[in-house]
C-alpha cells in the first residue's frame, strides 16, 4: 500500500507547482523597489525550458503576480522613499512622477497601458503614483491589461524557440545556451541604461540627461 502522504505528492500537478513558484517569484521581484531582474527574462526562461506549459497560463498568474507585486510597492510607497533603498536621483524622479500623475490624472491610465507594453521597469511609477493617495486600479488596471499581453508574447516566443531549436539544443547545448543567456544580459543592460535617464529633464525640458 502506498502511504498517504507519497500518494498525495503524487496527485499533485506538476504544472500547479510551476505556475505557483512563478507566482511566487513574480511576485517578490515586482514588490522590489530596486535592482530586481525584469519579469519578461524569469518568463523568457520559463517558457524555454519548460515549453509545456500553456504560454497564456504562464502569462496570467505572471501578469496577476506582477500586478500584485506592484500594487504592493505602491502602498509601501512611503517607508520606500524614506529608506536607503532609493538614492537621491531616484527620489528626484519619484517626486517628478508624482507631480504629473497628480496635475494629469485622465493622462494616467492610457499613458500607463501604453507604458506597460513596453518592457520598460515601472518601479518608480507605482512608487510615484502610491505618493499621491490615489485609487490604485487606475493604475492597476491598465498595468495589468498590457503585462498580460506582453508576457503572452514573450512566453510564446520562448516555447516556440525551445521548440525550433530543440534538435540544435541537444547537439550543442552549451553553443546555443551561451547564446540565450547572452542575448538575456543585453536585453537587461537596455533595460539598466532607462533607469538612468534624468525624468526630470526628458518631462520639464524636454532633454535627454543621464544621471552619472
Request: with cysteine.
Amino acid at each position: 500500500m502506498t502511504p498517504p502522504f507519497k500518494a498525495a505528492k503524487k496527485g499533485l500537478d506538476p504544472n500547479m507547482l510551476e505556475l505557483s513558484a512563478v507566482f511566487i517569484g513574480v511576485f517578490v521581484l515586482n514588490a522590489m523597489p530596486v535592482l530586481a531582474p525584469p519579469t519578461w527574462m524569469v518568463l523568457s526562461m520559463v517558457g524555454f525550458n519548460l515549453p509545456d506549459l500553456s504560454p497564456f497560463t504562464l502569462a496570467l498568474v505572471a501578469a496577476v503576480a506582477a500586478t500584485a507585486g506592484r500594487a504592493a510597492l505602491a502602498k509601501a510607497s512611503r517607508s520606500i522613499t524614506g529608506s536607503r533603498f532609493i538614492g537621491a536621483h531616484g527620489r528626484e524622479n519619484i517626486e517628478m512622477l508624482r507631480q504629473v500623475f497628480v496635475s494629469r490624472r485622465n493622462w494616467t491610465r492610457g499613458g500607463m497601458l501604453v507604458y506597460a507594453f513596453t518592457p520598460l521597469p515601472t518601479n518608480y511609477l507605482f512608487i510615484a503614483y502610491g505618493l499621491t493617495g490615489l485609487p490604485l486600479h487606475v493604475m492597476a488596471l491598465p498595468f495589468f491589461i498590457g503585462r498580460l499581453c506582453t508576457y503572452f508574447a514573450w512566453a510564446l516566443a520562448a516555447r516556440a524557440a525551445a521548440m525550433q531549436f530543440a534538435p540544435q539544443i541537444n547537439a550543442a547545448g552549451d553553443h546555443f545556451a551561451a547564446y540565450f543567456v547572452i542575448s538575456q544580459v543585453l536585453l537587461l543592460l537596455v533595460a539598466y541604461l532607462l533607469t538612468r535617464i534624468d525624468w526630470r529633464a526628458l518631462i520639464a525640458e524636454r532633454k535627454l540627461r543621464w544621471f552619472k
